[in-house]
């Protein structure tokens, strides 16, 4: 061989050598996450960032799967042009797509036809029944936000494909239910209404009561809640579902009322109830609030804001959407957050911040980065 051709073959192995290995790294799998960064990007196993606002998180069978609104670029991404997003993880930090749970309806007379505002998903198993099922907050397409449904949707797989079943408001023609030491006073009278809110629960009395910022919670005995803004959002309802978990009793009590609580997140500690949510101010944050009761029937007790430092005003520019009980640990309770850009909804971040208890009280604080094993201290 001549060697100017020996010197050509010689290049072109090396190219060849160089692409592949290129070729390697960008097959890559992404870096291994070992901490949260609230606010920052996260990417999934795909390195892309996460789809699921305004999302809560279910624990089954060793794995968490995290079910939330996916989101599409600029201000139309605030309508469900895809559906709800599923993502799978065993540790918390590194989150694998599962594609989307519910997908929204390409027939324009479904209720949760492309384009309507489907918002707040969650998800729960019912280990009578074997079905995932999942609630959301509903808006009609074109309708704005004046339907203000409950959504349920069921699957025999935690990843989907969910089912859509109906939207309604719920408890039409139901008076809520009173714990024995409710005050006369404190009962709603619908020939005089107390305040707006209480125009509100006898106005929509015949047709049932608006639902929108919800959450849904399983006690111990597998009772199941929903717990959603109601009367124009200036009062939470808290209402069992059925056994089967798709329909209301008719049992629920009211939460709060007349002040205006959104975002609610309930859980259990120590046989303790504990609720999380936001005041009303749209997009825009604002600072939470916390309560707690000792029966689910309550009386709720309000305790103001968890949150704690510099930016605790406006929940450091984050809504709650979900507090989730670690896997494993003891008294381990992470406030799940969303931080919302409207303008360019997919954009939206997530913050999730360690809740920590002193007694029965719990406070929130502001952390950069951090890992579960706060929770070992
Ligand atoms: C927020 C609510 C969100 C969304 C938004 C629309 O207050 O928490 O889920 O409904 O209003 O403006």
Request: proline letters at 5%; a positive charge.
């Amino acid at each position: 061989m001549r060697t100017s051709k020996l010197l050509a073959l010689q290049l072109l192995i090396l190219v060849s050598l160089f692409t592949s290995v290129r070729i390697a790294c960008a097959q890559q799998a992404p870096a291994k996450f070992t901490q949260f960064t609230p606010g920052a990007i996260w990417p999934d196993n795909n390195g892309v960032h996460i789809n699921a606002h305004g999302g809560g998180i279910l624990y089954q069978k060793g794995k968490y799967y995290w079910f939330g609104e996916h989101k599409i670029e600029s201000g139309a991404g605030n309508r469900a042009m895809v559906g709800v997003h599923c993502y799978s993880s065993n540790d918390l930090y590194n989150w694998k797509d599962e594609g989307i749970a519910l997908k929204v309806s390409n027939d324009t007379t479904s209720d949760i036809a492309k384009g309507c505002i489907l918002e707040r998903p969650k998800v729960i198993y019912n280990v009578k029944t074997k079905k995932y099922v999942m609630w959301f907050h509903l808006e009609l397409r074109g309708k704005g936000y004046s339907a203000a449904r409950a959504g349920v949707a069921t699957a025999d797989k935690v990843t989907g494909p969910y089912t859509f079943i109906k939207s309604y408001r719920p408890n039409a023609g139901r008076m809520p239910f009173y714990p024995a030491e409710t005050l006369d006073n404190e009962r709603v009278d619908c020939t005089h209404p107390a305040n707006k809110s209480d125009g509100f629960f006898c106005r929509d009395l015949p047709g049932g009561q608006m639902a929108r910022d919800m959450t849904v919670f399983v006690d111990d005995d597998q009772k199941a809640y929903h717990v959603f803004s109601s009367e124009e959002n200036f009062t939470l309802h808290l209402a069992e579902l059925t056994d089967d978990y798709t329909g209301h009793t008719g049992k629920f009590i009211r939460i709060y009322i007349n002040h205006q609580t959104e975002a609610p997140a309930l859980f259990k500690r120590k046989g303790l109830y504990y609720m999380v949510g936001s005041g009303c101010t749209g997009w825009d944050p604002n600072a939470a609030r916390w309560f707690t009761a000792k029966s689910i029937w309550g009386p709720w007790t309000f305790h103001g804001n968890p949150c704690k430092g510099a930016g605790a005003d406006i929940t450091y520019g984050g809504q709650s959407t979900h507090v989730l009980p670690v896997a494993g640990k003891k008294n381990a309770f992470i406030f799940m957050a969303d931080k919302w850009t409207p303008k360019n909804a997919i954009d939206g971040r997530y913050l999730w911040l360690p809740i920590t208890f002193k007694g029965d009280e719990m406070e929130i604080n502001w952390s950069d980065k951090w890992g579960l094993n706060v929770f070992d201290k």
